[in-house]
């Protein structure tokens, strides 16, 4: 069964803090992505990678950054934490080349910055 | 870039029945593939089904088949004898064809699906 898994559920860290969401797939894909998940603005791609130490900007970059240091993992770093980067945080990955393969998901990490 | 719009936020259905949600986009690309995914509350994303934009013929999976229009720019999903379990929220994507390295799904704002029993 194919997996991908996020490290957290559910977080809560405070205004200012680095905050890490981590992402491992058991699939062997390349492509790797983050989304942010908000009400009435569906999923927004953050991040992706299609290989390793690749990384490339999405539509809202803004305030995060991301690692790929092993093909498997894809990490999601918010520098300093701020209230506006509350949301839901879903990573996904797909195999490169393979474009009428969907992209698998992980359960989604629910973030609160206080 | 490409845009994916779905404008009903919420749709309601009587079990076993059927109902169609909507979802429009935005492309000048004539080499893309179309998906429908399915999220209920335990938040994990599903693929429902997926169409690839040179086959003329709809995709069907079970109970779950689409209008594509590809003049229109239209792709809708719909579900045959709706069914407690179908209760999610549904999201529509687009990706492009071709594209090395920007393999990346571009999503509409989605819409909420309750069934009534």
């Known amino acids: 069964d194919v997996k991908v898994t996020q490290s957290s559920r559910y977080l809560v860290k405070r205004t200012g803090e680095k905050v890490f969401l981590e992402c491992v797939q058991d699939?062997?894909?390349?492509?790797m992505f983050w989304y942010r998940q908000d009400p009435g603005l569906g999923l927004r791609l953050i991040y992706f990678?299609?290989?390793?130490?690749?990384?490339e900007k999405g539509d809202i970059p803004e305030g995060y950054s991301v690692s790929r240091e092993k093909k498997e993992r894809f990490s999601l770093i918010l520098e300093s934490a701020s209230t506006n980067q509350t949301s839901m945080y879903l990573c996904?990955?797909?195999?490169?080349?393979?474009?009428?393969?969907?992209?698998?998901f992980g359960q989604g990490t629910r973030l609160t910055v206080v | 870039a490409q845009t994916v719009t779905q404008s009903q936020p919420e749709m309601s259905v009587q079990e076993a029945e059927t109902v169609t949600l909507s979802c429009t986009y935005d492309?000048?690309?004539?080499?893309?593939?179309l998906f429908w995914y399915k999220q209920p509350p335990s938040r994990q994303m599903i693929l429902v089904i997926r169409?690839?934009?040179?086959?003329?013929q709809n995709a069907t999976e079970n109970r779950f088949s689409v209008n594509f229009q590809k003049a229109a720019k239209s792709f809708s999903l719909k579900i045959s004898d709706s069914q407690l379990g179908d209760a999610a929220m549904y999201f529509c994507?687009?990706?492009?064809?071709?594209?090395?390295?920007?393999?990346?799904?571009?999503f509409g704002t989605g819409t909420r699906l309750t069934i009534i029993p």
């Open positions: 996904a990955s797909s195999p490169l080349g393979h474009l009428n393969t969907e992209a698998f």
């Open positions: 699939m062997d894909h390349e492509n």
């Open positions: 990678s299609y290989d390793v130490k690749m990384k």
């Open positions: 492309t000048s690309e004539s080499d893309y593939y």
């Open positions: 169409q690839e934009a040179y086959k003329q």
């Open positions: 994507a687009y990706k492009r064809g071709a594209d090395f390295g920007n393999e990346k799904l571009t």
